[in-house]
T-cell receptor, first 111, second 109 residues
Framework: DTAVSQTPKYLVTQMGNDKSIKCEQNLGHDTMYWYKQDSKKFLKIMFSYNNKELIINETVPNRFSPKSPDKAHLNLHINSLELGDSAVYFC??????????FGQGTRLTVV | KNEVEQSPQNLTAQEGEFITINCSYSVGISALHWLQQHPGGGIVSLFMLSSGKKKHGRLIATINIQEKHSSLHITASHPRDSAVYICAGLIQGAQKLVFGQGTRLTINP
């Protein structure tokens, strides 16, 4: 069973659209994250949630809205997509500040 | 300048060679992660350490907190070790990772 799973794996969409990426973990972790990997393969944190509460929002535009319906899920909704949003988005989870487990990534392409 | 710097950025070696990838950081961290990203894109956590040394198979990770430096070693390297290796520091007092730019390792048969 996949520990941290993201859907979809690939997403191609037009500028201005609204899209969501889903993330689920079955590890019983209490902390979940969204990371963005840009075209230069550099990873940066976007959001961190602990027990469904937002604890880090790393100066991400308001068009990005994470939603955590429960501790096992952290979905990422993006409004009014822009070309610069094209990247690979990784979900991850951990127990508190412990070792992080990553999803397989979602490659978002905005055209 | 990045808070977490890795060297080298690219490394090509022959099968069987001993590999060292270095990571230096300029911020206070409580732990350091070593991650592996394969060409398919998935990220796997190799180690999380806050002191000393950890070993898993042919992989060894060390950290010197005072010197703000960590190394990842691969013994008897193999073509399947070819990947991007990323170090990431867990910022003290915050639940976030700050990443190095990655080291692209290629092991030729």
């Amino acid at each position: 069973d996949t520990a941290v799973s993201q859907t979809p794996k690939y997403l191609v969409t037009q500028m201005g659209n609204d899209k969501s990426i889903k993330c689920e973990q079955n590890l019983g972790h209490d902390t979940m994250y969204w990371y963005k990997q840009d075209s230069k393969k550099f990873l940066k944190i976007m959001f961190s949630y602990n027990n469904k509460e937002l604890i880090i929002n790393e100066t991400v535009p308001n068009r990005f809205s994470p939603k955590s319906p429960d501790k096992a899920h952290l979905n990422l909704h993006i409004n009014s997509l822009e070309l610069g949003d094209s990247a690979v988005y990784f979900c991850a989870s951990s127990i508190g500040r412990g070792r992080a487990f990553f999803g397989q990534g979602t490659r978002l392409t905005v055209v | 300048k990045n808070e977490v710097e890795q060297s080298p950025q690219n490394l090509t070696a022959q099968e069987g060679e001993f590999i060292t990838i270095n990571c230096s950081y300029s911020v206070g961290i409580s732990a350091l992660h070593w991650l592996q990203q394969h060409p398919g894109g998935g990220i796997v956590s190799l180690f999380m350490l806050s002191s000393g040394k950890k070993k898993h198979g042919r992989l060894i990770a060390t950290i010197n907190i005072q010197e703000k430096h960590s190394s990842l070693h691969i013994t008897a390297s193999h073509p399947r070790d070819s990947a991007v290796y990323i170090c990431a520091g867990l910022i003290q007092g915050a639940q976030k990772l700050v990443f190095g730019q990655g080291t692209r390792l290629t092991i030729n048969p």
